[in-house]
């Protein structure tokens, strides 16, 4: 192995502009890391090892351009320092080959830091990006079963500085570059692939492979030839071509003659992607000539029958790694047979994804027993797992996602004890059944959204204290126990996006150190308490967009989202209804000064809704400056205040009721005066006329008046006849 030294002999002191051309010097003696490696060593990036400080981190920044935006940020932190183990620096959701994934990895025995950049067509690549799914950079190779703890990769750097470590760096060259190409196809050059052609529409084969002449000589990372109408490959139709990795994808190709890759193909392709044709069948002709084939993907081929020796034929069956049949018709029947894959002697990944399985096929796989370590059954029917059908030692990675399973035993697990990764996304279960875990301590990755769970309980992670990462996205959840996440200390990454939470208690992510990644997005989220996500000190990702947050308090972050170097920080808080006074002024300062933080995202607007006196308008960025006269506003009154307030409302309503009442009684007495007087000027009226009565009738004489000294009333002469009585009455008696 070559190694490079500093020129002036300080290890820590690199001269950066001869480190290139001494690496470009080292691709003679590139280590494959124990993995058999048939691609040519200028395709490979290389191993480069040195002091681990700046100095490496500028170097490799040189050599591929940090993406401006990312899922998860680059650290110091994602350097894995255990003993054989290597974890990504560039992010999972990075798979257009537009970045690469830089590995780190350490010799037990050795703490100098070594950062390996593997080819997307070796073993070590392709299980990287299965892992890249779960969001979990850190990957074992596949002699190192047992796991250590991860310590942090700062700490690694300490230990190389005091260590003073030698450190070996080798690079290989990109020697070859693509050359000039011919419409309709066009290199697309990346650093895994330098010699990346894609060939579309190009209407037939022999166009596509006309225009591609100029590649004759060269080595050919990857041909892509998608979208043209190839119902068959002819015999000799690559012959001149050296390609490792060939893809015929949407190109109705129903059949392959036998002599189809005559030539230097034979030995020279690892990896073939037949995705999408019309196949009908497992290819029994051309392929299994192939020597050096590890993938084969042959997903969407309308493939419903797999004889009993369909793999028997290949000259790869004792190399084949990878094997995709997604998409097909396969169904319990057809992978009734252990002779099926028993060719396949090697086999570690396998994928059965959306086809027609009601039960796992335990006896098509008892071959596969000791290889198999990527299982995915996800997109079947599916709707139990029974003890026993669950039988492979070495297996790490499980996806039964969307099989409508209510319920797993927790003996289903005993047979997977290493499992790592897990998804059950998309199944029916009513709430979280924490004693399914019981037998898979070992899990780092959980994905159990779009369930009816609606709580979290304190005691749902007991089982499984190793867990890393959570995806529980567009489940039903509104409540998480007290305690719930405490009991996975190591967790890195929290993912709750779309539920029903309302509220972010300070106790939800408290004490949680490794802590790095949480999303919040798209909840019912209007409260977040005091502390809600402090001391947090790996918190660099936190999307709390989309809910209906208007303020929250200035303590929410203390001890948190600290400035790193070359760490990205992401606090997206777009797409809630901010209301933009005193109290948020403190949030939008603190994004004012750090400008580094991201806010937003594609479609998404971190804004003010409203604010006191509208100003700041609507609409108006949370960085803003304001430039507005008064932009106080009145306080909510608590306690005493309130109190105050209370009795002088109380005060104000009763001097208005008493008030009313002395209106209504002066009323009423005003009423009642002018009856009574009223009254008394028409008793006057009658006095007046009686009075011109008894005038008138005053000289008559002989008139009877009544006397009634104490009368106010005058005498009344009522000119009544004479009494009489019954002495004066005549008598006339008749005897």
């Not at 494959?32 to 040195?50: D, M, V």
């Not at 070590?124 to 969001?135: L, P, V």
């Not at 036998?258 to 073939?272: C, P």
Request: glycine share 6%; aromatic share 6%; proline share 7%.
């Amino acid at each position: 192995m070559s190694s490079l030294t500093p020129e002036t002999g300080n290890q820590s002191c690199w001269d950066m502009g001869k480190l290139p051309e001494a690496l470009m010097r080292a691709h003679e003696t590139l280590p494959n890391n124990g993995e058999q490696c048939t691609r040519p060593l200028r395709s490979w990036f290389g191993l480069y090892s040195a002091a681990a400080d700046n100095r490496l981190r500028q170097f490799l920044r040189l050599l591929v351009p940090t993406p401006k935006k990312l899922d998860v940020p680059i650290s110091e932190r994602d350097l894995c320092p255990a003993a054989g183990q290597r974890r990504a620096l560039w992010p999972a959701s990075k798979r257009n080959n537009a970045f690469f994934p830089v590995f780190a990895t350490t010799d037990g025995a050795n703490p100098s830091a070594h950062l390996l950049v593997s080819p997307p067509s070796s073993a070590a690549a392709e299980q990287q990006q299965h892992r890249e799914r779960a969001g979990l950079p850190c990957q074992p190779p596949s002699h190192t079963p047992q796991q250590h703890t991860l310590p942090r990769a700062v700490d690694v750097f300490k230990m190389v500085r005091s260590a003073w470590a030698l450190v070996t760096v080798l690079v290989v060259g990109v020697a070859a570059q693509c050359p000039t190409l011919s419409g309709p196809c066009r290199c697309a050059p990346s650093v895994y692939e330098p010699v990346a052609i894609i060939c579309q529409n190009a209407g037939s084969l022999n166009n596509a492979l006309q225009a591609i002449q100029a590649a004759r000589d060269i080595p050919i990372d990857s041909l892509t030839i998608t979208d043209t109408a190839v119902p068959s490959i002819p015999a000799n139709a690559f012959q001149s071509f050296t390609i490792l990795r060939l893809v015929l994808n949407r190109n109705t190709l129903q059949n392959i003659d036998d002599q189809a890759f005559n030539g230097k193909l034979l030995d020279s392709l690892i990896e073939l992607d037949l995705n999408d044709n019309n196949l009908g069948q497992i290819p029994q002709s051309g392929v299994p000539r192939l020597r050096n084939l590890r993938k084969l993907y042959l997903n969407r081929n309308r493939i419903t029958q797999l004889t009993a020796n369909a793999f028997g034929s290949y000259e790869s069956k004792d190399l084949l790694l990878k094997l995709e049949l997604a998409g097909n018709r396969l169904t319990d029947q057809t992978l009734g047979s252990s002779a099926i894959f028993r060719p396949l002697t090697l086999l570690q990944e396998l994928s059965l994804e959306t086809n027609s399985l009601s039960a796992i096929p335990s006896a098509a796989l008892v071959n596969q027993r000791g290889t198999l370590t990527n299982l995915n059954l996800g997109l079947n029917s599916i709707n139990e797992v029974p003890v026993g059908a669950l039988d492979f030692p070495v297996l790490t990675s499980l996806s039964l996602e969307f099989n409508g399973i209510t319920v797993i035993p927790p003996q289903a697990f005993q047979g997977v004890p290493n499992l790592q990764f897990l998804y059950m996304t998309g199944n029916k279960f009513p709430s979280w059944a924490p004693e399914m875990f019981r037998y898979i301590g070992q899990l780092k990755t959980l994905g159990i959204g779009e369930t009816p769970i609606s709580v979290i309980p304190n005691n749902a992670f007991m089982h499984i204290p190793n867990l890393i990462r959570l995806e529980m996205s567009e489940a039903a959840v509104d409540t998480i126990e007290r305690g719930a996440f405490q009991r996975t200390p190591q967790i890195q990454a929290i993912v709750l996006n779309k539920n029903r939470l309302s509220q972010v208690r300070a106790d939800f992510f408290e004490g949680l150190n490794d802590l790095y990644s949480i999303d919040l997005q798209g909840n019912r989220i209007d409260n977040v308490q005091n502390l809600g996500f402090a001391n947090l000190p790996s918190l660099t990702h936190l999307d709390i967009s989309y809910n209906l947050l208007q303020t929250m308090p200035s303590d929410v972050f203390l001890n948190t989202f600290a400035p790193k170097p070359n760490d990205r920080r992401v606090i997206y808080a777009c797409g809630n209804p901010w209301y933009c006074n005193n109290e948020l002024e403190w949030f939008r300062k603190l994004l004012r000064d750090n400008l580094d933080i991201d806010i937003e995202k594609p479609g998404c607007l971190a804004v003010c809704v409203s604010s006191p006196n509208g100003c700041p308008v609507e609409g108006t960025p949370l960085r803003s400056v304001d430039f507005c006269q008064n932009n106080e506003d009145a306080q909510p009154l608590t306690g005493r205040a309130l109190s105050v307030v209370g009795w002088i409302i109380l005060a104000i309503i009763m001097t208005i009721l008493c008030i009313s009442i002395c209106l209504l009684a002066l009323v009423r007495y005003g009423m009642s005066h002018r009856r009574k007087k009223q009254k008394d000027q028409e008793i006057e009226e009658d006095i007046r006329v009686m009075s011109s009565a008894t005038s008138v009738y005053g000289g008559g004489g002989g008139m009877s008046v009544i006397d009634r000294p104490y009368s106010t009333v005058p005498p009344v002469n009522l000119d009544l006849p004479a009494a009489h009585t019954l002495d004066d009455r005549p008598s006339n008696y008749f005897y």
